[in-house]
């Protein structure tokens, strides 16, 4: 997530939490991104994120990682409520029969509704796409 417009631009979907699963969303998220040394990327304290594969992918990019302090949830805040935000209004609705199908509606609620229409208090009641073109317009 982009703190800046709540974008999420990086995500993935397995049965299992890996460093594969996190280098994943993380390629996702940097190929949608301008990285440059110095950035800060936060996650929780998930053994995932502290790999060496993961941890070694962050530094060859001049990426300083960043961690929730243990049993703080609040550190985290923008990323757990739009998981929370993401179960109640999509995946709880659904049964899914295989990967395939929920692997669809995640990509349904993010990329088609939570980051083009759903609006966010945190950002004056737009959505996080409407964020970045407001912004992208003014630096024009």
Not at 3 to 31: H, P
Not at 33 to 42: A, C, K, S, T
Not at 86 to 103: C, G, H, L, P, Q
Request: charged residues 30%.
């Amino acid at each position: 997530m982009d703190l800046f417009s709540r974008q999420i631009i990086g995500w993935t979907l397995d049965t299992s939490m890996t460093a594969e699963l996190i280098i994943e969303a993380f390629e996702m998220a940097k190929a949608r991104r301008n990285v440059e040394p110095g950035l800060i990327l936060h996650s929780d304290r998930g053994v995932q994120y502290r790999s060496s594969e993961y941890q070694g992918r962050l530094y060859e990019q001049g990426i300083r990682p960043s961690m929730s302090r243990k049993g703080n949830c609040w550190d985290n805040a923008a990323v757990e409520s739009f998981f929370a935000r993401m179960k109640v209004e999509s995946i709880y609705a659904e049964r899914f029969t295989n990967k395939e199908d929920a692997y669809a509606c995640v990509f349904e609620y993010i990329e088609l509704f939570y980051n083009s229409v759903r609006r966010h208090s945190a950002i004056d009641y737009k959505s996080p796409r409407q964020i970045e073109e407001d912004y992208y317009a003014q630096c024009a």
